[in-house]
């Protein structure tokens, strides 16, 4: 049990990368805060995390509004006594190159990817810096190279990245037992990209390795980064992206 006696936070956590790596959490033992707008979807992911013999609870969380953030930590807190883990995952996408993307969707874009994952950052760091812990934001291989038909998402996801370095160097010079990283995956097979076949083998050929990736190949290296074997990661860019950026 990788994660026994820890308790994650997860935004995001009702859907795509977030529900996966919620699951695969608990079955490494983590308790989780399960934070989201979706209160409907919540009562079927807790029923699965209390199947593997863990324990959940379902904090309504709107991503933007910092006095969610402030809540959730509250009652995580109340619940479980201490928070070890935060992963950032929530996120959506709007299409739109630099020339077409109205600024209403490029402000909510930010609102979501960047601002949201910030005050999870923020208020995760003030959770955790007394006993020390992991913080996981979720970018994008988008948050490396740019998209031309992504402005804001590649935007956004690209400031995730700096944002989780900035953290990290922030952590470790205030002496805070802290570790902050990025996942950067390609295109997975979740809602955000559907699941047309067509679809999913024309990005299937973005990558060398010949395929979109799954859910669990995200969950599994946040797992790594939850558990104390990376200790001695922080700053760093996790790439899961079946070769997509070695080309």
């Avoid at 007394?130 to 970018?139: T, Y």
């Avoid at 979109?212 to 899961?240: H, R």
Wanted: some cysteine; hydrophobic content about 45%.
């Amino acid at each position: 049990m990788r994660l026994e006696g820890k308790v994650a936070v997860i935004s995001g956590a009702c859907s795509g990368l977030g529900k996966a790596t919620a699951i695969r959490f608990a079955q490494e033992g983590a308790r989780l805060v399960l934070g989201d707008i979706n209160e409907q979807a919540a009562q079927s992911i807790v029923a699965q995390i209390v199947e593997t013999g863990s324990d959940a609870m379902f904090v309504r969380l709107d991503v933007r509004d910092e006095t969610n953030w402030i809540d959730l930590f509250k009652q995580a807190n109340a619940h479980f006594g201490k928070v070890d883990v935060v992963m950032n995952s929530a996120g959506i996408a709007i299409p739109g190159n630099v020339e077409e993307v109205s600024f209403e969707d490029w402000k909510r874009e930010l609102d979501v990817n960047l601002n949201g994952t910030f005050l999870g950052t923020k208020h995760g760091m003030k959770a955790l810096r007394e006993q020390g812990g992991s913080i996981i934001n979720l970018s994008s291989i988008e948050g490396i190279v740019g998209i031309d038909t992504y402005a804001a998402y590649s935007a956004g996801k690209a400031g995730v990245r700096n944002l989780t370095k900035s953290a990290a160097l922030h952590a470790g010079r205030k002496g805070y037992k802290v570790r902050v990283n990025s996942i950067h995956p390609g295109y997975i097979k979740t809602p955000m990209i559907g699941d047309d076949p067509v679809e999913l083998a024309r990005l299937g050929k973005l990558h060398p390795i010949g395929h979109v990736g799954e859910p669990m190949d995200i969950a599994n290296m946040a797992l790594f980064l939850a558990s104390d074997e990376s200790k001695f990661a922080t700053g760093a860019e996790f790439i899961i992206d079946g070769g997509f950026l070695a080309q």
